[in-house]
């Protein structure tokens, strides 16, 4: 659909809030959208023109549109998330998580059994979880066993079978572990007050649990029944035992959905941890890849709506790391400044880091891992695929990074034989260029580094990688003529987050397919590069290399000063902020601090 054919039904298109699905011309669903409004929202994908390559790829594909009017935002948000569930668009978010969680069943049957399964089976029996750890589940399942009595065995334990006496009490019983309900026993209400409190176990609610083992032990003590006192204390023993295991934030807090996310380029990551009871009861990452332009409000919302979906959660507060216009009306959104619950969503951003970090050191081990020959073949592919001259032995990529807006550097990362050569890689402090200009810094390093590898009359590398696109890789390329350098070594550009390789003077790029070897190791370069950048950022901040403004005004701390750099993005933008929003950041004291410094007036 062009641009032409689409005003001829712009018109058409309701006003209304709702979703909107896009279909090629075979009828194949490609994307699935909400909207506050619909003929906005679809208008904006054929009225500009699109830098990210696959929305401009969506919207020539695009041969009918279809729309689906809803009450309200809540609704399309929730329609939207169902839809993407069940179609699975081209387009759309791809949350990879095909993982199948354990659960604990009560059985629905007389005298249900509680045991381990993965398999949800609609049959009237209680599922509870999901759980993202077998251990958690067999651990929990050892504290049942030993402090609650419940039955293990198959037996068809009906009313009638019990009255004629078909069955006998096994072993289980006379170690304790069983109170006979086979030979009628225990009673079934007996029973169902076991089931309670194995319920109270597994939502992390154990007072109830410990308070009645505790009245137990108390009547038993007072009738003289010393041993059976002894197994209620042991049991209270091993129920606070298992609690002192758990991660105890706050038994005040209740319960609580905590969510933080990291972007790297087309992909995301989002952690989940569900607190029960002030308790950590689990913790989740998923990895989420991005298809369009999504911005991080939008993507760990989708995060949100689907982990809450596959929990079972009915939390009505979440903890996130910026505000979120989350559609659901019943849920309080919370953006913490401080408190247990801002300590819950540092937890979580530690454990989001490190699964990032951790897929990040598998990617690379991946190829340290292949022989010799087996890198060469990705080498030689590689070759092919861009057509380079000599085989890409030597490998060298570079890319600049600031901390919001500020303190610019560059890191230079090097690939031999297709591993990582650490001992070559190179940072660089921006010397000669003020305030952020990633052109003039990229020809800056490029020269750098060039000019060096020929005074020191070192070799060359066969490739070099310009993560930034066109702009930087224009600008490196100054610096590659001023040196004489050109045709000694071929040199790219790669797109931000798109994965488009340009080369210099080609006004079309180059699109790898999506997993190919030559691609992975490209991504493996690129995300090198990110990662010592962002490291060597970190370090200078550490050693308080780096002071910005903020923490140059009297009563303003490196940390008051890094939350609002992390919430407004810049200096410049926090200085556009009125004293009433400063305040709600960071308190109406510190707020007239910082507004009056960058607004001349004395307090």
Not at 59 to 72: A, Q
Not at 201 to 227: C, I, R, S, W
Not at 273 to 282: C, E, P, S, V
Not at 514 to 531: A, G, P, Q, T, Y
Request: with cysteine; proline share 3%.
């Amino acid at each position: 659909m062009t641009a032409a054919e689409f005003q001829q039904i712009s018109h058409t298109i309701p006003l209304d809030a709702g979703i909107y699905k896009y279909y090629d011309i075979n009828g194949t669903l490609l994307y699935v959208g909400k909207a506050k409004s619909l003929r906005k929202r679809v208008s904006s994908y054929f009225v500009k023109n699109h830098d990210n390559y696959k929305t401009r790829k969506l919207v020539e594909h695009i041969h009918h549109i279809e729309f689906t009017i809803v009450n309200s935002e809540q609704d399309a948000f929730l329609l939207e998330n169902s839809l993407i569930k069940q179609f699975q668009p081209r387009y759309n978010i791809n949350l990879k998580d095909d993982k199948t969680y354990p659960y604990i069943v009560i059985k629905h049957e007389a005298f249900p059994r509680v045991f381990f399964t993965r398999n949800v089976v609609k049959d009237g029996s209680d599922y509870l979880g999901p759980f993202t750890s077998v251990g958690r589940v067999r651990e929990i399942l050892d504290v049942i066993r030993y402090n609650i009595p419940l039955r293990t065995c198959n037996l068809n334990l009906t009313e009638q079978n019990i009255r004629k006496g078909k069955f006998k009490v096994c072993l289980e019983y006379h170690l304790g572990n069983c109170k006979g309900p086979c030979e009628g026993l225990q009673t079934e209400e007996d029973y169902r007050e076991g089931l309670q409190q194995v319920k109270n176990v597994l939502k992390g609610n154990l007072t109830p649990v410990v308070n009645l083992f505790k009245d137990q032990m108390l009547h038993h003590a007072t009738n003289m029944e010393f041993e059976k006192a002894e197994i209620m204390r042991k049991k209270i023993e091993s129920l606070e035992s298992y609690s002192a295991r758990s991660t105890v934030v706050n038994t005040r807090m209740g319960n609580v959905d905590v969510f933080s996310i990291i972007s790297d380029g087309n992909h995301a990551y989002v952690n989940y941890l569900r607190i029960l009871n002030g308790t950590i009861a689990d913790t989740k990452t998923v990895t989420l890849e991005k298809q369009l332009e999504e911005g991080d409000e939008e993507v760990l919302s989708y995060a949100i709506a689907y982990l809450r979906e596959v929990f079972k959660s009915i939390t009505t507060e979440i903890v996130v790391p910026f505000p979120l216009s989350y559609p659901e009306s019943n849920i309080l959104v919370t953006v913490p400044k401080g408190g247990d619950k801002k300590k819950l969503l540092e937890l979580s951003e530690k454990n989001v880091n490190y699964f990032k970090d951790e897929l990040f050191r598998k990617k690379i081990l991946h190829l340290e891992g292949k022989s010799d020959m087996e890198r060469k073949q990705v080498l030689y592919q590689l070759q092919a695929d861009l057509e380079l001259p000599a085989l890409p032995e030597h490998i060298e990529c570079f890319d600049n990074s600031n901390f919001q807006g500020s303190y610019p550097v560059s890191a230079c990362v090097v690939f031999k034989d297709g591993i990582a050569s650490k001992k070559d890689y190179r940072h660089f402090n921006i010397k000669t260029v003020e305030g952020i200009n990633d052109f003039a810094s990229m020809k800056e390093v490029v020269y750098r580094r060039y000019s060096r590898l020929l005074a020191e009359q070192q070799p060359l590398p066969q490739l070099v990688i310009i993560d930034g696109g066109k702009g930087q890789l224009g600008s490196a390329m100054e610096s590659i003529r001023e040196l004489g350098l050109i045709g000694s070594m071929t040199v790219v550009g790669l797109a931000k987050n798109e994965e488009e390789i340009f080369f210099p003077g080609d006004s079309e790029s180059i699109r790898l397919p999506f997993n190919s070897e030559s691609l992975k190791l490209i991504r493996r370069v690129r995300d090198e590069v990110h990662r010592f950048g962002i490291t060597f950022h970190r370090q200078k901040r550490s050693k308080g290399t780096f002071k910005n403004e903020l923490e140059g005004i009297k009563g303003i701390g490196e940390n008051t000063a890094t939350q609002l750099l992390k919430t407004f993005r810049s200096v410049a933008k926090v200085k556009q902020l009125t004293e009433e929003d400063l305040s709600k950041e960071i308190g109406p004291s510190k707020a007239k601090l910082v507004w009056n410094h960058f607004h001349n007036t004395q307090s």
